[in-house]
T-cell receptor, first 114, second 112 residues
Framework: DQQVKQNSPSLSVQEGRISILNCDYTNSMFDYFLWYKKYPAEGPTFLIS?????DKNEDGRFTVFLNKSAKHLSLHIVPSQPGDSAVYFC?????????????FGQGTTLQVKP | DVKVTQSSRYLVKRTGEKVFLECVQDMDHENMFWYRQDPGLGLRLIYFSYDVKMKEKGDIPEGYSVSREKKERFSLILESASTNQTSMYLC???????????FGPGTRLTVT
């Protein structure tokens, strides 16, 4: 049972435009969400996160939106740059005490064309 | 900066071999994790450890075991490698109360 789903395996956008990556979840106990970025042959790196008490968090070109009623979050990248081309994973935590356990989605491959 | 290192970037093993994947972190993190990444399946948790000598099964522990004898080191063991264990293996660590996991560069394991 996939508790965190990224239904779009890939996304292609033009440089300078907005990239929107989506993520849906099923477990209402999730209280913290993160986005990771992964380049080929490298480990994922943390990008941005949001607590369930907020509906928006912004960091430079990256903004994450959370819609708890719809159990949906999205990552907006504005403006998109070719260096943003990577696989993006969303992840969620159900407040796993002090173990830091996360549930990851399948990933979305973003290609930003020059 | 947190550094998580993995013993090999690429590994080729034969079916039936015993395989050891090593992970070391240098930030005194309590929690360590082993994932495998496969196309279309994302990152799936194999095992994690929240303290020395403590371990818990993740979502896909079958065919794997782990060892954590020291806080900085977490080993993944494939007792008898099979072709369906060909994958990218990623190790991660985090502080006890933090959600942000720090990942190593990964080990691409091929079992022939």
């Amino acid at each position: 049972d996939q508790q965190v789903k990224q239904n779009s395996p890939s996304l292609s956008v033009q440089e300078g435009r907005i990239s929107i990556l989506n993520c849906d979840y099923t477990n209402s106990m999730f209280d913290y969400f993160l986005w990771y970025k992964k380049y080929p042959a490298e480990g994922p790196t943390f990008l941005i996160s949001i607590s369930s008490i907020k509906d928006k968090n912004e960091d430079g070109r990256f903004t994450v939106f959370l819609n708890k009623s719809a159990k949906h979050l999205s990552l907006h990248i504005v403006p998109s740059q070719p260096g943003d081309s990577a696989v993006y994973f969303c992840a969620a935590s159900a407040g796993s005490g002090n173990t830091g356990k996360l549930i990851f989605g399948q990933g979305t491959t973003l290609q930003v064309k020059p | 900066d947190v550094k998580v290192t993995q013993s090999s970037r690429y590994l080729v093993k034969r079916t039936g071999e015993k395989v050891f994947l090593e992970c070391v972190q240098d930030m005194d993190h309590e929690n360590m994790f082993w994932y495998r990444q496969d196309p279309g399946l994302g990152l799936r948790l194999i095992y994690f450890s929240y303290d020395v000598k403590m371990k818990e099964k993740g979502d896909i522990p079958e065919g794997y075991s782990v060892s954590r004898e020291k806080k900085e080191r977490f080993s993944l063991i494939l007792e008898s490698a099979s072709t369906n264990q060909t994958s990218m293996y990623l190790c991660a660590s985090t502080l006890g109360h933090s959600y942000e996991q720090y990942f190593g560069p990964g080990t691409r394991l091929t079992v022939t």
